[in-house]
Structures are given as C-alpha cells and as structure tokens.
C-alpha cells in the first residue's frame, strides 16, 4: 500500500474537517436564524458541490488557482507558492467540495434545537454568541459530530477534483484515491485491492458511527 | 421604584392586532394577573415586555429606562432588561443539571458565591436535594421551581411568569398555586402572571389588568374586577361571577364559615384556609325568594336577606344586584322577577348552597 498517500489523505481529511467545522458552524448558525429572504442562495451555493460533476468543479478552481487569476497571483506574491498542484490548493477545494456534506446535518440539527432555550439563555442575559456556545452546540452535538465524520470520510474518498486540481504528486497532492487509479493503470491489483478494502473498511464504520449518532440525536 | 407603563402593539399577518395600552406602578411589590382569552395577545405582550418580540410601535418605559421607543429607534435587548420570565413549559436546558440550570445566569459571578446563591435559591424552593439531577428525571412541578429558581437566581427586577401552572397535572396544579402567590409576595420582586384561568387569577394576582378584544379592557383589583366587569366584554370574559373578599370564621365538619362583608356564609372547606381568601359564587347559582317575615338563623342554606340595587335584562335572564352584607349579583329568569316584583329597593332573600360556593385561598395553610 501507498503509506505516503494515506499519510497525505488523512492529513487532508483532518485538516478539511477542522476548517469545515470553523467555517460551517458559523454558516449552518446564520442559516437557522436568518431571516433574510434570498437565504435559499446561499443554501443552493453551499449545496451546489453536491449536484455539481467534481470536474466541473476542479476546472473552475483550476482557473482561479493560475497565475493569471487575482486569487492565484495573489496566493504566489504572499507565499512563494503555486496554489494549483499544491497541497494547499487541494485542501481549499476539499473545504469547497466537503461544505454540503458538513453544513447540511449541522443546519438540520441546530434547527432541531428548540428555539425557547435560546430565548430563555437570552432572557437570563447570555449574549447570542455564549447562547450558541452554552445552548445550541450541546443540544446539537450529535449532528455536529455526524456532519464532521461524513466530512472526514468525504475527503478520503475524494478523486475528479483531486485529479483536475491537485494532479498526481506524490507526498504532495497523491491521494488514497489517486494511488488506487494508479495501481489499477499499472495492473497492480493487490495494491488497489489492498487501498480499497481500508477505504471501505474506513467507510462503513463512518456511516456506522453517523447513523448511531443520528439515532441518538432523535430519540434524546 | 416607579412604573412600567407600556403601549404595545403588534400586527399578525393572518390574524389580529394586538394592542395593550398600560401603566402599572410597581412600588410596592405586587402580583398582576395579565387575564384574557386565549388569542387576545397576553403572551405577545410579556415576550414584548422581555424582548423576545419587538412591537411594530409604541413604548416600554420601565422606571426611569426606556426598553423600547419606536419613535426614537430604541430597542434594549433581552440581555439588559434585567427580567426573569418563566415559560409556559418551563424551557429547562435538558443538558444541564438543576444547580447548572439555576447558576446558568450567574456565569461571570465567582463559583463561591455562585454556588452559595445556588443553594440559597433552592432551600427557598425546596429542591436542594435535586440539584445533581437532569430535568428529564424531574416531574413537572419539580420542574415549575427550577425553572422558577433560575429566573429569581440573578435577582430580576421584574418577573414575568407565562401560564406558571398550566403545564401542571390538576393535583399539582392546586397543591402549587398556594404556594406560588406565597414565593412571589416573599421574594418582594414585582411580578406579572399571564393566565386565562380564574382561579389562578384570583389566587395568585393583586391587581388584575384584562385583555380583550385587541386591548386592555380593565384594570382593578382582582375581587372588583370579578365583581364589577366594566362592559360587556369584561363581563363575557370574566364570566357572570360574585368574587369577594372572605376571611375564616370557624370550621365544623368539613365545612367552613366564613365572614363576606356584613354576612357569614357557609362553604365547602377547602383546607389549607387559615388567611385571606375569596368566596366565589356563580350567579346562576344564586336563588331569589320572597324576603321571609323574619329573619332566620345562618345554617347550611346560606338564607341571605338584603334588598335590591338593581335589576337589567340580559337576554332571556335578568341579572339583579342585590345588598345583602356584601354586593350580590343573581341570574334569574324573567318570569321569576316578575313573581318576585324585583325593583330596586324592594326587599329579597337568596338562597346559595354550600356546595355553590367556592372558596380560594390566597395564602397557604400550614404544611401539614
């Protein structure tokens, strides 16, 4: 088995979920109490990856990586670094690509949460941010861990905006998924099988803990 | 301490608007019934009185602040009112235990202090040996004191209490109102209680404001209120019924005599009865007789004799207002005050068993 890729896949998968939580708590939160209402188009812009051909996707990116975008330019005069082909510019398509897949369970569960707790943490003088942290994250927690794992489990299995954005290189943007794409081109059959058995593996127990987790959320 | 004086007014989109126009003196620490018809907006006017909902104009002065002022764009929110607001079915933090519940609002208090005020506030209301529990494992008066107790907890300069007992089966119910009115006039915080029932209004409330039809229709003391519905939509609301003050005179087999004005009537014994209390009489239950040639000792038949104030027609009944030791109101049909000759002046007895009257305690008994 590839162990730089899986190094590689995971590393992505853990810092995706940790910027997923950052950015999609703060979205799921806004979406469950906004009362805006053209909010449909931020929810069809957050679930668009979902419907959306990930070439599709990684060919957008592509462009707003190159040096010729203000993005990519931009990222090259601060760091010295290309954002296409780079570690970096993969995990910034892993957060948009994984954003449904966290953002959806946290909406459904912190809209689960109900609103009269909140009033009453605001009537006994919490502020809304403090509410949302002594109120609304407990109660929502299981969602919250759900929505993480399938975007921990996402990530790993990730491969048409890999390829289009990250492309093939080792240590650097050669994920699991990549490496079983490899191994089959080259007739390595037990290495794919070997790569694929941990991705299923790693799969289903995911989908395992979610809908547990799920099961709980309800019946509490 | 000054006056919450308030003009609410709230419009649905597939419903009613809610106007409530009212100034209430808080000096003295007193309980106000809010008292109306489901629908006619009592809720909506406590939750604008906390800030949870912002009325479409008007004002909220409490004291010398300004809460809300539409004109001048001023909204205070929740967080700075400094009010305790009981929900109807509590809104307990199911993740938190009972000590956590009460201290919730008590956050930038040192955790001695907090814990102290923690125990303090459930010694008052006798659920010290639940602070380790979850609500989930709380029955629902259990509940109704946390939920009290994390409101009193950072000492509000106002309660607002939402329905307190309806969530309560009808034995709790009963067993709590007594104790309620108590806790309010001992922690001397003005409160007001939102409620459509009437004996929780009477139980429990000081003055009474009633909201009708869109607005305050209203505003007196409880018994007055009851006693003297100001116009027709007071009177509908508040039902045809005689509330007036009564105090314990003796007991004697399970029923209780008991002094109304200048006369002494005997009722049911509901225990717990050893202060202030209201006789409650239903109108249709009061019967008219030609006044007797002498007058005839008190026994369980509750004989009162007096004279007629007044006598209207109300549809196919009349209602008659009599002076008998206290102000009497009847409901008889026409054709008996015909045969009774009912004009004002003329003299009557009434009848009123004593099964038809209710007596409300308004302080609770000794704990047995």
Redesign the interface.
Not at chain 1, 119 to 127: K, P, V
């Given at each position: 088995m590839d162990l730089a890729a899986l190094r590689l896949s995971v590393l992505l998968a853990v810092l995706n979920t940790l910027a997923l939580l950052a950015i999609g708590l703060p979205i799921a939160h806004w979406l469950t109490t906004t009362r805006w209402r053209w909010k449909v188009l931020v929810e069809a812009v957050v679930a668009l990856p979902l419907v959306l051909p990930p070439t599709v996707l990684g060919f957008y990116l592509l462009l707003a990586f190159s040096p010729r975008s203000p993005l990519g330019r931009g990222y090259f005069a601060a760091t010295g670094r290309s954002l296409a082909f780079s570690f970096e510019g993969l995990l910034v398509g892993s957060i948009i690509y994984g954003l449904p897949f966290a953002v959806q369970p946290f909406t459904a569960a912190l809209a689960r949460v109900?609103q009269?707790?909140v009033?009453?943490?605001?009537?006994?003088?919490?502020?809304p941010l403090?509410t949302f942290w002594?109120?609304s994250l407990?109660?929502a927690l299981p969602g919250v861990i759900a929505g993480a794992v399938l975007a921990f489990a996402h990530t790993l299995g990730e491969f048409g905006m890999v390829l289009m954005v990250g492309g093939n290189i080792p240590g650097e943007t050669r994920t699991l998924s990549i490496s079983i794409f490899d191994a089959v081109e080259q007739l390595d059959y037990a290495s794919a099988g070997r790569t694929s058995l941990l991705l299923l593996v790693v799969s289903f127990s995911v989908l395992v803990v979610t809908y547990s987790l799920q099961r709980r959320s309800l019946l509490? | 301490m000054g006056t919450l004086s308030f003009d609410i007014q709230k419009r649905f989109a597939r419903g009613p608007t809610v106007r409530a126009t009212l100034d209430l003196p808080l000096d003295q620490a007193r309980v106000t019934v809010l008292y109306g018809p489901s629908g006619a907006g009592k809720t909506t006017v406590l939750r604008c009185l906390a800030g949870l909902d912002v009325s479409d104009s008007g004002y909220i002065r409490f004291g010398e602040e300004r809460w809300f002022d539409s004109a001048a764009r001023r909204f205070v929110p929740p967080q700075r009112r400094g009010i305790g607001l009981l929900f109807q079915d509590y809104a307990l933090f199911p993740h938190l235990t009972v000590a956590e519940n009460i201290g919730y609002a008590l956050r930038r208090v040192a955790a001695g202090e907090r814990a102290t005020r923690v125990d303090e506030v459930a010694r008052l209301l006798h659920i010290d040996d639940l602070l380790e529990r979850r609500p989930g494992c709380l029955s629902g008066g259990q509940r109704q004191r946390v939920a009290l107790g994390r409101a009193l907890a950072p000492r509000p300069r106002l309660l607002l209490l939402d329905e307190p007992l309806s969530a309560l089966d009808a034995p709790t119910r009963e067993e709590l109102r007594g104790e309620l009115r108590a806790l309010l006039e001992r922690t001397g915080i003005p409160s007001i209680v939102v409620t459509h029932d009437r004996v929780e209004a009477m139980a429990l409330g000081d003055r009474m404001v009633v909201l009708a039809e869109g607005g305050v229709r209203q505003v007196g003391a409880v018994h007055e209120v009851f006693s003297a519905p100001a116009d027709l939509v007071v009177a509908r609301v508040v039902g045809t019924e005689n509330v007036a003050p009564a105090s314990l005179v003796e007991r004697r087999d399970g029923l209780a005599l008991v002094a109304v004005g200048a006369a002494r009537l005997w009722a049911l014994d509901p225990g717990r009865l050893d202060g202030e209390a209201y006789a409650c009489i239903r109108a249709e239950d009061v019967v008219l007789q030609p006044a007797p040639a002498t007058a005839t000792a008190t026994s369980a038949r509750n004989e009162l004799v007096g004279t007629v104030r007044a006598a209207t027609d109300e549809g196919p009944l009349v209602r008659v207002t009599l002076d008998c030791g206290f102000r009497l109101v009847a409901l008889v049909t026409r054709s008996s005050a015909r045969r009774l000759a009912l004009a004002p002046g003329a003299p009557v007895a009434a009848l009123v068993k004593a099964p038809a009257i209710r007596i409300v305690p308004r302080s609770p008994g000794e704990r047995s």
């Open positions: 109900d009269r707790l009033e009453a943490s605001y009537s006994l003088g919490e502020a403090l002594r109120v407990p109660l509490a | -």
